[in-house]
């Protein structure tokens, strides 16, 4: 079993920052991708960034050139740096995690989600 927590989320002024992070613990073996999705109230949940384990990234057209995804493979944690925050990237952050648990197994866990809220 593998289970993600989160943290990081608040609420923040139009052009202030924060850094999300999300871990990852159990019986893991190896993670493959590393993702941050969003989802705000009435919209469809969108991908926000996400990393593979070679270090190549992803981002969202919305986030490009504000937001930075990275990962410390040695933490099995996942970062996020906003910064430009909008209020449209007002949101519940979920982070994803896929890669093998012991004995080979591959998995698929979800965070709990954290609240990001942009505002004057």
């Known amino acids: 079993q593998v289970q993600l927590v989160e943290s990081g989320g608040g609420m923040v002024q139009p052009g202030g920052s924060l850094r999300l992070s999300c871990s990852a613990s159990?019986?893991?073996?190896?993670?493959?991708?590393m993702d941050w999705y969003r989802q705000a109230p009435g919209k469809q949940r969108e991908l926000v960034a996400a990393i593979r384990s070679g270090g190549s990234t992803i981002y969202g057209d919305s986030v490009k050139g504000r937001f930075t995804i990275s990962r410390d493979n040695a933490k099995n944690t996942v970062y996020l740096q906003m910064n430009g925050l909008k209020p449209e990237d007002t949101a519940v952050y979920y982070c994803?995690?896929?890669?093998?648990?012991?004995?080979?197994?591959?998995?698929?866990?979800w965070g709990q989600g954290t609240q990001v809220t942009v505002s004057s």
């Open positions: 994803n995690v896929e890669g093998l648990i012991t004995g080979g197994s591959r998995f698929s866990a």
């Open positions: 159990g019986s893991i073996f190896s993670i493959g991708a």
